[in-house]
Every structure is written in structure tokens, then in C-alpha cells.
């Protein structure tokens, strides 16, 4: 496993835009679940 910075800050910058893309079909599937 590389710890560098820079490896570091591009695999949570690419965990971040995951999270931004699923969180709104997350939030969808949550909301149906409910109602």
C-alpha cells in the first residue's frame, strides 16, 4: 500500500466523487424505502 501524499489525496479525492455520485441515488433509494 502507498502512503506518498500525493497517492494518498488522489485515492480520496476519487473516494469523494464516488460518495458525491452515489449519495443521490442513496438518498433516492432511502426515500422510497420509506414511503
Given at each position: ?14 473516494l ?15 426515500r422510497?424505502?420509506?414511503?
Open positions: 500500500m502507498d502512503l506518498r501524499p500525493d497517492r494518498l489525496e488522489s485515492r480520496v479525492t476519487r469523494d466523487g464516488l460518495l458525491a455520485a452515489a449519495s443521490p441515488a442513496l438518498a433516492g433509494a432511502a422510497a424505502a420509506v414511503e
